[in-house]
C-alpha cells in the first residue's frame, strides 16, 4: 500500500444500503440529487438517473446511510462535488448566464424548504418518493 491516514470504520456506523426512485407528478427525474441529511448536518446522497433511480452513497467510495431520522433533500441544481469536468472549467464569457444556470425543477419544500422526513432502520433498504407539484408528499410513498 502507499500508506495514507487512518481508515474509516464502516463497520461501526451500521449502514444500510438505501436505493429509490423520484418522480415529481408520477414523471421520473433524471439527475436530481437525493440527500438524507441527519441532525447533526452529517448527509448521504445519490443521483437519480434517467429513470429517477438512486443509490445513497456515505461518501465517494462508500454506499450506505448511517441509520436514524434524516430531512431528505431532492434538487435538480445540488451538487454532489462529483462530477466530471466541473472543476477549473473555463467560463465562456460570452456566453448567456442562464446557460451554466440549471433551472430547479423541485418545488423548495423538497429541497431548501424540505417538509420529507423518514427514519431509515437496518431493515430498510428502499425508500420510493413520489413528489408533487403542490407539496403534499411528506415522506416516502
Same mark, same amino acid.
Given at each position: 500500500?502507499?500508506?495514507?491516514?487512518? #481508515?474509516?470504520? /464502516?463497520e461501526k456506523l451500521g449502514l444500510v444500503d438505501i436505493? !429509490? =426512485? +423520484?418522480?415529481? *407528478?408520477?414523471?421520473a427525474i433524471s439527475g436530481a440529487v437525493v440527500m438524507f441529511e441527519a441532525s447533526d448536518q452529517t448527509y448521504c446522497y445519490g443521483?437519480?438517473?434517467? #429513470?429517477?433511480? /438512486?443509490?445513497l452513497k456515505l461518501?465517494?467510495?462508500?454506499? !450506505? =446511510? +448511517?441509520?436514524? *431520522?434524516?430531512?431528505?433533500?431532492?434538487?435538480?441544481?445540488a451538487s454532489?462535488?462529483?462530477?466530471?469536468?466541473?472543476?477549473?472549467?473555463e467560463?465562456?464569457?460570452?456566453?448567456?448566464?442562464?446557460?451554466?444556470?440549471k433551472e430547479e425543477k423541485v418545488p423548495a419544500c423538497y429541497n431548501k424548504d424540505s417538509k420529507l422526513n423518514v427514519t431509515v432502520t437496518s431493515s430498510d433498504s428502499s425508500f420510493n418518493f413520489d413528489l408533487?407539484?403542490?407539496?403534499?408528499?411528506?415522506?416516502r410513498s
Open positions: 500500500g502507499c500508506g495514507g491516514g487512518p #481508515s474509516a470504520d /464502516y436505493s !429509490g =426512485v +423520484v418522480t415529481l *407528478d408520477g414523471t443521483t437519480t438517473d434517467a #429513470s429517477g433511480k /438512486y443509490t461518501n465517494s467510495d462508500k454506499t !450506505g =446511510v +448511517v441509520p436514524g *431520522d434524516k430531512v431528505v433533500r431532492i434538487s435538480t441544481t454532489t462535488g462529483e462530477e466530471e469536468g466541473s472543476a477549473g472549467e467560463v465562456d464569457p460570452d456566453a448567456s448566464p442562464a446557460a451554466g444556470k408533487k407539484s403542490d407539496c403534499s408528499t411528506t415522506g
